[in-house]
């Protein structure tokens, strides 16, 4: 089973511009990010995909390998499906570009959901993490998630899921957007069509559900430290001092 590993990587991110590119400790967002994915051991490839020349010059001059996306994309999914075309591999999966601090325990759980599987009835793998008491569980940016006995997911929202009628103590789990795709799942998925559950929502996965297609969500007791705004790197280059 060859398993890769893309980075999707925009320059002007919209809460961020050009965060990637940042400093984190006399490298920048991106390479740390690249470099962190490689370290784990994982992936028999690691490329950054971008519609950037100025990440891909950075990725390449620091010795790691970029791939340009041709066009426009939506998500982040579309930009991987595009360079993945003509890339050799069994299992893709989606790094995000602003973690730089990868875990290598999750991505690890995400790929054995793969080796088990030997009838090929998971299409994608994910993560989700237990909220708490402190978490903003009616925060929208915080998606939130149900699934079925075996795991495998149900919805997903922006509210917050299941509703509590007879006000009962509920257990809430935070979508941590890490995926890990068989290639072609991911070549067909990202041609489907929205829905209207997509629209709505705004979550691409949805698109996924809403075909049929299986997703199996993996806990993890991690929160990625994603960098979405200077406070966040800031934070990012205390942790990377300790």
């Known amino acids: 089973m060859k398993v890769i590993a893309m980075i999707p990587a925009r320059l002007e991110a ?28 994982l992936f028999d490839a690691v490329y950054v995909v971008t519609d950037s020349q100025e990440i891909f010059d950075e990725v390449v001059s620091s010795g790691g390998e970029a791939v340009m996306s041709k066009t426009e994309h939506q998500s982040g999914s579309d930009r991987i499906a595009e360079a993945i075309q003509n890339i ?21 759980d995400l790929l054995a959901v793969f080796v088990d599987d030997i009838d090929n009835k998971i299409d994608i793998t994910s993560l989700m993490f237990k ?7 009616n925060n929208p940016n915080n998606v939130k998630i149900v699934t079925d ?4 997911a149900l919805y997903f929202s922006r509210s917050p899921i299941p509703f509590p009628r007879d006000n009962q103590s ?9 995926y890990a795709f068989r290639k072609e799942a991911l070549l067909k998925g990202t ?16 698109r996924f559900l809403a075909n049929g297609m299986k997703i199996r969500m993996v806990k993890t007791t991690q929160q990625p ?18």
């Open 14 to 41: 919209t809460r961020f511009p050009r965060k990637l590119l940042q400093d984190l400790g006399g490298k920048s967002v991106i390479v740390r990010t690249y470099e962190a994915a490689n370290k784990t051991g």
């Open 88 to 108: 050799d591999a069994d299992i893709v999966v989606n790094v995000q570009g602003d973690e730089p601090f990868t875990d290598a325990t999750s991505l690890r």
């Open 131 to 137: 909220m708490g008491a402190d978490d903003d569980i």
């Open 149 to 152: 006995v075996n795991d495998c």
């Open 170 to 178: 509920v257990e809430y789990f935070k979508h941590i957007g890490i």
């Open 191 to 206: 041609q489907l069509p929205m829905n209207n559950l997509e629209r709505i929502e705004k979550l691409e996965q949805l």
């Open 225 to 242: 430290i994603g960098i979405d705004t200077p406070e966040d790197l800031e934070k990012a280059r205390d942790l990377l001092r300790e």
